[in-house]
Every structure is written in C-alpha cells, then in structure tokens.
C-alpha cells in the first residue's frame, strides 16, 4: 500500500483551526471579495487537513506524519 500522506499531528490540527476561522469570516461577510477570497483559502485548508495531502508539503518534500508503518 502506497502512503501519500504528508501532514498530520499539529500541522492538521493548525490547518482546520485556520480554516475554521477563514470560513467564517468569508462566510459573514461574503458580498466583499477579500472575504469571498477567505472563505475559498478555508475550503482548501480544510480539504488539505482532511485528506492529509498538502501540494505544499509534497513539494518541498516535507512530512509532518509518524515514519514508523
């Protein structure tokens, strides 16, 4: 089985807490578009914490999970 993912622990935990606050500030105030903008950045940061796959970490190859299998 092929692992592929690349953040876990604190860095997941930092990205859905980050996340959480850029969708609701986009959220509340969505007629802005630096707001709008918030809210798209918190969609990617809780997709990359959820399927704990970062494009970021892969390409500066760094992995925030346990080596052990």
Excluded: K
Excluded at 34 to 45: H, I, N
């Amino acid at each position: 089985m092929r692992r592929d993912r690349n953040g876990c622990g604190i860095d997941r935990a930092g990205r859905v807490r980050l996340a959480r606050e850029h969708l609701v500030v986009g959220y509340r105030t969505r007629q802005r578009t630096p707001e709008t903008l918030a809210f798209v950045a918190g969609s990617d940061r809780l997709a990359t914490a959820v399927i704990q796959r970062c494009p970021v970490n892969a390409l500066l190859r760094v992995d925030t999970c346990d080596t052990a299998p």
